[in-house]
């Protein structure tokens, strides 16, 4: 019992030191080849703690190994750029102002629920009080809006279509039947649904539409029967 407190220690205090060697980076936002250095960091200390047939030393050195590793790829990160593009990735600018990129959030296995999940939690809820949104190489969400983005979103506004399909859940809760929104597609020359990358609609009746490979529009309409919310 004493053995396995001793060695824990010892592999405690040879952890903190390794990662305070490894700089503040390696605690707050790490790029992906940290964040698999830090993970078998864990997984290499676990090994001799738990099993006391392994000599300590082992363990010391593979993570001392890793460390020596985790440098060479710092290194290689900070003065080479085709190799810090390679392991560190590079930001996706998924929106400007044409409107949402389709092709950039494939890329980095995204979909527009995703970017407006991501834009909501940075306390933007419409697509068109921003200019410009992208992510960071380390997986992290940035958004420019607009000079006057807080009268843009005066109500919630909800996704109607994304992806070619109608998302029935939405279109209950407004109340608003299918075949209204499908007028003003056809009126806007989008006759298949498919061609929709998105549509949302809020309680003023502004509509943000986006066709794929299209510029964004915003439409004002009047709901039926005087519907808001």
Same mark, same amino acid.
Not at 35 to 57: G, K, Q, R
Not at 149 to 169: C, H, M, W
């Given at each position: ?13 040879? +952890? ?8 503040? *980076?390696? @605690?707050?936002?790490? &790029?992906?080849?940290? /964040?698999?250095? $830090? +993970? ?16 300590? /030393?082992?363990? @010391? @050195? ?11 790829? $710092? +290194? ?12 560190? #990735? ?9 409107? @949402?990129?389709?092709? &950039? ?9 995703? /970017?407006?999940?991501?834009?909501? $939690? ?16 380390? #997986? ?23 992806? #070619? ?5 939405? /279109? ?5 039947? &299918? ?9 806007? #020359?989008? *006759? ?7 549509? $949302? ?8 539409? &986006? ?19």
């Amino acid at each position: 019992m004493v053995l396995v407190v001793i060695r824990t220690a010892i592999i405690f205090f040879s +952890l903190l030191v390794i990662m305070r060697l490894m700089g503040k *980076r390696q @605690i707050g936002e790490m &790029q992906p080849f940290e /964040l698999v250095i $830090t +993970l078998l960091i864990a997984e290499l200390a676990c090994i001799p703690m738990a099993d006391t047939s392994i000599p300590l /030393l082992y363990g @010391i @050195i593979a993570v001392v190994t890793i460390y020596v590793l985790h440098e060479v790829m $710092t +290194l290689l990160d900070l003065k080479l750029k085709p190799v810090k593009a390679f392991i560190s #990735g590079k930001p996706a600018l998924v929106m400007n102002k044409d409107g @949402i990129d389709d092709s &950039q959030l494939k890329r980095n296995n995204l979909d527009v629920s995703d /970017l407006i999940e991501s834009l909501r $939690t940075a306390g933007y809820f419409s697509l068109d009080c921003v200019d410009y949104a992208l992510y960071e190489s380390n #997986g992290q969400f940035s958004a420019l809006p607009k000079e006057n983005y807080e009268s843009l979103q005066t109500s919630l506004p909800v996704v109607i279509a994304a992806n #070619g399909e109608f998302d029935r859940k939405n /279109l209950e809760v407004t109340g608003i039947p &299918q075949t209204f929104f499908e007028e003003v597609l056809a009126r806007e #020359g989008i *006759r298949k649904l498919k061609r929709v990358l998105v549509l $949302t609609a809020d309680g003023t009746g502004k509509l943000y539409l &986006q066709a794929k490979g299209k510029k964004c529009r915003v439409l004002h309409v009047a709901y039926p029967n005087g519907t808001s919310w």
